[in-house]
């Protein structure tokens, strides 16, 4: 059975940084494209970054280029969310997702999703 879990979620003041760290199990996910999600309540799901396999290229949304950075760990099956500068508008429930195929920003492009990781930002 295929999991992706979600970790490193929590309460942080405006300005800090925070990691999010996304592993799975149950299958390899070496040439998977990597993204993160998020969704604030009583807002639709909005896609944050994917990474390809290798060469790893990046897509980024607007909202956060150049606070938010994507990783991944082929060796560890894992993607990480490295999240600076927080400010409140980014408090929402996290998710890490994961398809063979590159599909942007589509939510329904994605087969594999995490349960969420909550990240709160007090200002």
């Known amino acids: 059975q295929v999991q992706l879990v979600e970790s490193g979620g929590g309460l942080v003041q405006a300005g800090d940084s925070l990691r999010l760290y996304c592993e799975a199990s149950?299958?390899?996910?070496?040439?998977?494209?990597w993204a993160w999600f998020r969704q604030a309540p009583g807002k639709e799901r909005e896609f944050l970054v994917s990474?390809?396999?290798?060469?790893?290229?990046?897509y980024y949304a607007d909202s956060v280029k150049g606070r938010f950075a994507i990783s991944r760990d082929d060796a560890k099956n894992s993607a990480y969310l490295q999240m600076n500068r927080l400010i409140p508008e980014d408090t929402a429930v996290y998710y890490c997702?994961?398809?063979?195929?590159?599909?942007?920003?589509?939510?329904?492009?994605?087969?594999?999703w995490g349960q969420g990781t909550q990240v709160t930002v007090s200002s």
């Open positions: 149950g299958r390899t996910f070496g040439t998977y494209v």
């Open positions: 997702a994961a398809d063979r195929f590159f599909a942007g920003s589509r939510v329904t492009g994605y087969d594999y």
């Open positions: 990474i390809s396999g290798n060469p790893g290229k990046t």
